[in-house]
């Protein structure tokens, strides 16, 4: 859980019900876009996505007298809203009072007209290389791609229980997987896009009119890759191939006496051929041609080494 200890406030992104694994990048404080002033704190963390998982964010404080919650105990009217965007779309906000002390948990997209909730999921993004394509257009679908943002602002509320639909802006999650021109991703490692589920019937959640007190207490941002792509960004690392001593090591006793027996046999066999050479080089050479033999004195016959080749 990524957690402003100071202000008392924590936010987490749940993967198929579970708490998402966190990272935490070398800086926290480089993350693009940011430019709310240096009182706003900022918490960034990287999870990994899988093809067509739920997910949802969690958000809350932790209770423990820090600044959110002395924020909204100096009176009725005061709450923390947290407001969510999802790849560069703002997508709704939630309020935490005196009154709901637990955890928030945005699951997707409210619809109040038609009473139904659409949640994220994970969808995959491929890559095209074509020419005719509006790259400018996929640019800027891609510049906030894989990244889930939440601002925690001081609220007063102006009037409860407003009959208003909030104007998330879903413009560019869609149902099914997403196509971007190669050149769009400038070689980031973007494998994932958030996209909708199929719409079901929910309750919808109370809607206030509140005022945003600038600037905002903090931002969390949350990068989400696939396992491959935290690899390529040095988030976690690369898998180490096994040494040939971590591979013996691993072997059974059966298998290292076959590996013995057949390095015993391939030394033997070396052997051989290395002394039936040296025997050949020691070997005097041989002429093609018969000898000639001459007699000499005493009827005796010689070899006639004068002979020329």
Known sequence: MAIIDNLGLEVKILVNGSAATEYVPDKEDQADGHNFGPSTKICCRYIQSIDDAHFAISAGLTWKHKVAEQWIKESQNNCCGFDFSVDGRRIDVLLISKRHEGAIILEGFHDRRSNTLREFRFASV???DDANRQV???MKTAKNLGLIR???WRSVIREKDILTNFPGNTSNLTDGGLSLA???LKGRAISHGAAFSAPVAASQPRRHDVVYLSPPLAVFYFMYRSKEGLQQELIIPRPRSLSIKSEVDNLPPEELRRLA???L?????????AASVKEDKDAAPRSSRPYKYVKIEGGKEVIDLTEDD
């Open 136 to 138: 400018a257009e996929d």
């Open 261 to 263: 027996r057949e390095r």
């Open 265 to 273: 046999s391939q030394m033997r066999g070396d052997n051989k051929r």
């Open 150 to 152: 939440v601002l925690v």
């Open 182 to 184: 190669e050149k769009a």
């Open 126 to 128: 491929s890559t095209v």
